[in-house]
DNA sequence: TTGACAGGCAAGTGTTTGCTTGCATAACGT
DNA sequence: ACGTTATGCAAGCAAACACTTGCCTGTCAA
């Protein structure tokens, strides 16, 4: 599961967001990535993709009066390290390059 | 492109068995899913995703008479273990452990 | 040259996904 | 008490996805 819900790019921005800021309400998450990430989702759809990641286990909510909290549960994202593992070696030989190109391409 | 390629397990093992032996045939890597990663996915199923594979950057494709070789190209991987940085140090504390988990429980 | 082998191409199908719309509910401020 | 704020819930919908089916195309070997 947790692969499926990184495929997403807007579940990707929502992570990046907590993790810029832990323990956001739904209404801040969507503010936040309208201005900061540029994404126009509405709430229902934000409030989805925050389903779609609690079930897989990488963000946990919790009630406050009247917000919901949503916080980073990173853990289960060391799977993807976990898998990421073997292949690390093969493409290291030109990951200097690559880099350098992705910083100059984000 | 990556990240939605590699939601698919089935993508995931045919990544994996290219790591095993590059250059495979698309019937070649059907027998060996089917055996050793218990899956039956049928010739056709397997040519697609192998298309997705090849539309991400992440196989690539040579024509060798009878065959087209398929072989891994782990450069584009480089972008989830960019993606992945930041949260490496969140989880890290209790990698260990985990790490451990995964480990009995693959 | 004919048959077997390796694979492509395209249409069809059932399910999932991402999102919207509309209404309901629960907590807070005044 | 009443309106506002923050959110849930459920139905609907178009597009994407994973897969199948059926037929067609090259390549090699005898």
Same mark, same amino acid.
């Given at each position: 599961m947790v692969f499926k819900a990184l495929a997403d790019p807007t579940r990707? #921005?929502?992570l990046d967001?907590?993790?810029?800021r832990n323990g956001q309400a739904?209404?801040?998450i969507c503010s936040r990535l309208a201005t900061?990430?540029?994404l126009g989702s509405?709430?229902? #759809?934000i409030s989805q993709h925050l389903d779609v990641l609690q079930a897989a286990g990488l963000v946990e909510m919790s009630r406050e009066g009247k917000w919901r909290l949503y916080a980073l549960r990173p853990?289960?994202?060391a799977e993807v390290d976990r898998w990421l593992k073997p292949y690390r #070696?093969?493409?290291s030989r030109?990951?200097?390059t690559l880099e350098q190109h992705l910083e100059e391409n984000p």
């Open positions: 990707r #921005a929502i967001e907590l993790t810029d739904l209404l801040e900061k990430h540029g509405s709430r229902q #759809a853990e289960l994202l #070696a093969l493409w030109r990951l200097d």
